[in-house]
């Protein structure tokens, strides 16, 4: 009977063994491929829940809130206000060279309230700024419930900061839907693709900052 050298048993099992780098880098290669496979599971499902339409607020409000960004924005929520959809509207990020008179001048049918329900918030440079100000603006108008008024991509972010500013108040989104950023056909678009992903990436971030940092005082 032909004898079985040990040694040899030991170096051929050694053998099959990968290396460690080897090994390192498999798990490195998925991992890699896991993470990207959810980020873009994520993108996905983000991007089939905006909506496509406009539609009514489900309730009125006490107050309004427009995040700048876009013209018709601030139009759309002239006219929610005009419509008796909420007492008084703040339009928030406005740039701190541009006057009430200038932005009542691209919506001359809703003038008229600038005078009396509408107040303007200059500082917030960014969404967690709109935030914060919307917060400062609800308590110190007593209010409990919102309209929030941006763009349909912009919503879930917005949302997001807001709640985390404002726990205890009822917030109703009424995203506005633009013929230049077509959601339904993004696949169609790069500019619009790339415009979605980096928001669905701004989201992300904004999720993972709200679990860690309170609302301010």
């Not at 839907?177 to 790069?190: G, H, Q």
């Amino acid at each position: 009977m032909q004898s079985i050298d040990s040694g040899s048993v030991a170096g051929d099992a050694g053998a099959k063994a990968p290396p460690p780098r080897r090994r390192g880098l498999r798990l490195a290669v998925i991992s890699i491929g896991l993470a990207v496979t959810l980020l873009a599971a994520g993108f996905l499902w983000f991007v089939e829940a905006l909506p496509v339409t406009e539609a009514a607020p489900a309730r009125n409000a006490e107050g309004i809130v427009v995040l700048t960004g876009a013209a018709f924005r601030i139009s759309d929520a002239l006219e929610l206000l005009a419509a008796g959809r909420g007492k008084r509207l703040l339009i928030t990020g406005v740039n701190p060279l541009t006057r009430s008179g200038e932005i009542s001048s691209l919506v001359p049918e809703h003038r008229r309230w600038f005078t009396c329900c509408v107040d303007i918030d200059h500082s917030a440079t960014n969404t967690i700024e709109n935030a914060i100000e919307t917060r400062r603006w609800v308590k110190a108008r007593g209010f409990t419930s919102l309209i929030i008024v941006t763009s349909n991509f912009h919503m879930p972010r917005a949302m997001a900061e807001l709640a985390h500013q404002l726990p205890d108040v009822t917030l109703e989104p009424f995203p506005v839907v633009s013929d230049k950023v077509r959601v339904e056909t993004w696949w169609s678009n790069p500019s619009i693709a790339r415009l979605l992903f980096f928001e669905y990436l701004k989201y992300i971030v904004a999720g993972a900052r709200i679990r860690l940092q309170p609302a301010l005082a």
